[in-house]
């Protein structure tokens, strides 16, 4: 099976702009989650979705949405957005989103935010 | 509520050593308990999981961890490192209907 994809992998915007990063998950997996990785923050999650509805929502201001398609296929938007975004956006998915469940990661999107 | 701790952030052992990184945990409920492994400029790589099962659990390229509940632990530990095993590795805690929480990070270094 194919694993879990991003696009695009690298990015580069300016402040002000927004942003949308797209996750596809392992085929047959129906919940996503997204994550932020900084140097300063580490990881953090930001939220996850599970058959188009948003399970629960990290520490993260409303510039940060997500959406979820009936293919299971993710999207992550961020308005507005400012310096201190600049991180690792990492997607995860797993079969069913049980608590028990690996998550299986992508690759990464790198968003440069100038 | 959880929480990890990571007690090293830089770990540094000689090739064919053994390689112990430490991480401590917190939560509210019983806890699932994971390490991953990041290569430079890679993505997450899962090295094992721990589920209420066997306390000692085995992951891939030779890694274990021991899941400790009276010391609220989970330390991962190697026999003898390869060059190949530095990386970050992060000690992970999922409970309850939360995302994961992830610790800060161990970086291992390897030496010749």
């Known amino acids: 099976k194919a694993g879990v994809t991003q696009t695009p992998r690298y990015l580069i915007k300016t402040r002000g702009q927004q942003v949308t990063l797209s996750c596809s998950p392992i085929s047959g997996h129906r919940s996503v989650s997204w994550y932020q990785q900084t140097p300063g923050q580490g990881l953090q999650f930001l939220f996850e979705y599970f058959s188009e509805t948003q399970r629960n929502k990290g520490n993260f201001p409303g510039r940060f949405s997500g959406r979820q398609f009936s293919n299971s296929r993710s999207e992550m938007n961020v308005s507005t957005l400012e310096l201190g975004d600049s991180a690792l956006y990492l997607c995860?998915?797993?079969?069913?989103?049980?608590?028990?469940?690996?998550?299986?990661f992508g690759p990464g999107t790198r968003l440069l935010v100038l | 509520a959880q929480s990890v701790t990571q007690l090293d952030s830089h770990v540094s052992v000689s090739e064919g050593t053994p390689v112990l990184l430490r991480c401590n945990y917190s939560s509210s409920y019983s806890p699932s308990l994971f390490w991953y492994v990041q290569h430079p400029n890679k993505g997450l790589q899962l090295l094992l999981k721990?589920?209420?099962?066997?306390?000692l659990v085995k992951g891939i390229n030779g890694f274990e961890a021991e899941f400790k509940k009276s010391e609220t632990s989970f330390h991962l530990t190697k026999p003898s490192a390869h060059m190949s095993d530095a990386a970050e590795y992060f000690c992970?805690?999922?409970?309850?209907?939360?995302?994961?929480?992830f610790g800060k990070g161990t970086h291992l270094i390897i030496q010749p």
């Open positions: 995860a998915s797993r079969l069913l989103g049980t608590d028990q469940e690996t998550q299986y």
């Open positions: 721990y589920t209420s099962a066997a306390t």
């Open positions: 992970v805690v999922r409970g309850g209907a939360d995302g994961l929480t």
